[in-house]
């Protein structure tokens, strides 16, 4: 059977492209008048929706099959994008809000165990690596064509690429091949449970490897306000680490097949959090690229083989649950990030809430490492 990745490529790309738009939400809803506190609220219930979903979204993808929790999910998201253009007013949009987020997060949980499925084991890492490259490209594509557009006023254009993009959605998971044929499953396979996801995979090695992860990925977000701090240029930093990731997910993609990808999951974080230290040291803007770059290079790797340990630690029956746990668990550290910024910062600065941070990381890749060693070596993985 042919596989599909072109097609997983494009549907990456079309449903960060969806997210990824509203990056600059908040502009948007400055220009319409809303206040910070109110914007903030607007922003963040997306994020909020999109984690909390995450456990129905195996729930959901189980019992109606991956290509109609595709479909239908990618739907809702059109829907919900296209009731902006209708509404200014804060309830209707925390609402639509809401929706967006939910089938995000549900059609993400769907896309990635069709992945972890369809993809053989031999080439899961290539294949992972170069698929998240969709979610990669969109930081050169769609988000810097929003934020040109919002300079410009242009506020319904901005609206319509959310719209766009889940119509990219539903077509491209409709040309998807069924799974029949891959690895013996097939759209009726019968799913496993919460228990035994529990029993037979390392489920807390999962979950703690993919919140670290996380927590030190987070940071870019908000790495702008200290960069805008030390009187550099935030821009540098950013596309530095799309470039180092890019290189990675290209230049390096073979290398995942060389080896079980929880190998790279400890190293990734070391390697992204000693250069998330020598940020918070930077004296120029050209140091700032370079440390962008070689942070990059750890996230280039780092997320793909996240991603790509549903497929190898769980059981085809699994997988839509194991899916579902690795996006809560990475994405339960972009809310612990925020609070602890948020409390750290008014007393230590900035620099000295992210050096803290990043030692903290540096030691955290020690332990992932050191904890995925020792689990391989008692199961001979």
């Not at 998240?132 to 319509?160: E, Q």
């Not at 890019?246 to 073979?254: E, F, P, Q, V």
């Not at 630690?313 to 612990?336: E, K, T």
């Amino acid at each position: 059977m042919r596989l599909p990745v072109v097609y997983l490529i494009g549907i990456t790309w079309a449903i960060y492209s969806y997210s990824n738009v509203f990056f600059m939400f908040s502009s948007y809803l400055a220009l319409k008048g809303f206040s910070p506190d109110r914007a903030g609220l607007l922003v963040g219930a997306f994020y909020a929706a999109t984690t909390l979903i995450r456990p129905a979204g195996s729930w959901v993808v189980e019992r109606a099959g991956i290509r109609r929790t595709l479909i239908v999910a990618a739907c809702v998201c059109l829907v919900a994008a296209t009731l902006n253009f209708v509404t200014v007013s804060f309830w209707p949009l925390l609402a639509i809000r809401i929706a967006m987020g939910c089938a995000f997060g549900v059609f993400l949980v769907a896309l990635t165990t069709y992945q972890s499925l369809i993809i053989p084991e031999e080439i899961r890492g290539t294949a992972f690596a170069l698929i998240t490259l969709g979610a990669l490209s969109c930081l050169f594509t769609v988000v810097p064509l929003s934020d040109w557009l919002l300079s410009l006023g242009k506020t319904t254009p901005f609206l319509a690429i959310p719209v766009v993009m889940a119509a990219l959605c539903i077509v491209l998971s409709c040309r998807l091949p069924p799974l029949s044929g891959a690895l013996n499953v097939t759209e009726n396979l019968e799913w496993g449970t919460w228990g035994e996801l529990y029993r037979d995979t390392p489920f807390w090695r999962t979950l703690t490897s993919c919140a670290l992860f996380g927590l030190c990925d987070a940071s870019i977000v908000y790495l702008p306000a200290l960069i805008l701090a030390m009187g550099l240029v935030p821009t540098f930093f950013v596309v530095g680490n799309g470039l180092g990731a890019l290189a990675m997910r290209t230049l390096g993609y073979a290398f995942f097949n060389r080896h079980p990808r929880y190998v790279f999951a400890g190293p990734s974080l070391f390697v992204m959090a000693v250069f998330l230290f020598f940020t918070t040291r930077a004296t120029s803007n050209v140091w700032l690229f370079a440390y962008g770059f070689l942070y990059g290079t750890g996230m280039g790797y780092g997320f793909p083989a996240h991603l790509a340990l549903i497929g190898d630690l769980a059981p085809a029956r699994l997988r839509a649950g194991m899916s579902a746990l690795v996006y809560f668990c990475y994405d339960i550290s972009w809310f612990v990030l925020p609070v602890y910024v948020g409390f750290a910062t008014p007393r230590i600065g900035e620099r000295g809430a992210f050096s803290i941070l990043s030692v903290i990381c540096v030691i955290s890749g020690v332990g992932v490492t050191m904890m995925w060693r020792a689990w391989s070596k008692r199961v001979k993985f």
